[in-house]
Structure formats: structure tokens, C-alpha cells
């Protein structure tokens, strides 16, 4: 049975920073590519970030870009995302995905979801 669990999440003040986790586990976790999604109240999910499975190529979306890292200790089975200088926009549930075959800079399918964390940035 895969599970996809996130962790991290909380409130924090504007200018400030989180560091997710998400540990994998039931799979093989070098095999799949990693990524971060976000979905605000009433907005649809977006992709946040992705890593390949080696953990040398990354991609974000433009508006994290300079802001979030995503990384990966495939010894752990562990993918992270640290966000720094959040604002009240970041706000969301941030979910974890895990593909086989996913593209990082084109993510169009999702082979496990994680249940998600989340994360509030007040102002």
C-alpha cells in the first residue's frame, strides 16, 4: 500500500518560512519523480515544484521561482519543499505527488496524491 505523507504545515507571519516534508512509503522511491501541489480555497490545484527522480533537476512555477527549493533524500524516502518569504498568497493545502513517468517541467498525470498539509501565511 503506498502512502504519501505530508507534514510541516502551520501557521506563520508574512516574511516567513516552512519546511515541508513528505515521506513515502509502499513504492520505490528512486523510481518516481516528485513534486508539490497547492490548492487555495476555492482555486483549482496547481503545480508548485518537481523533482526528478536522481534529485539534480528541479522545476517551480514562476511565482515560487527564488522563494521555494524542493529536494530529496532518496535514503529516507523523504521529498521536501522549504518555502521562504511567504506571503498570504501561498496560502493553501500543499499536497505531495509521486509519478513514474511525469515530465518535471510538464507534471500531466499523478500516480499517488498525498492527504496534504496546510499551510496559512497571515499578514
Known amino acids: 500500500q503506498v502512502q504519501l505523507v505530508e507534514s510541516g504545515g502551520g501557521l506563520v507571519q508574512a516574511g516567513g518560512s516552512l519546511r515541508l516534508s513528505c515521506a513515502a512509503s509502499?513504492?520505490?522511491?528512486?523510481?518516481?519523480?516528485m513534486a508539490w501541489f497547492r490548492q487555495a480555497p476555492g482555486k483549482e490545484r496547481e503545480f508548485v515544484a518537481a523533482?526528478?527522480?536522481?534529485?539534480?533537476?528541479?522545476y517551480y512555477v514562476d511565482s515560487v521561482k527564488g522563494r521555494f527549493t524542493i529536494s530529496r533524500d532518496n535514503a529516507k524516502n523523504t521529498v521536501y519543499l522549504q518555502m521562504n518569504s511567504l506571503t498570504p498568497q501561498d496560502t493553501a493545502n500543499y499536497y505531495c505527488a509521486a509519478d513514474s513517468s511525469a515530465t518535471i517541467t510538464n507534471w500531466d498525470h499523478t500516480d499517488y496524491w498525498g492527504q496534504g498539509t496546510q499551510v496559512t501565511v497571515s499578514s
Open positions: 523533482i526528478s527522480r536522481s534529485g539534480i533537476a528541479t
Open positions: 509502499g513504492l520505490t522511491f528512486i523510481r518516481y519523480s
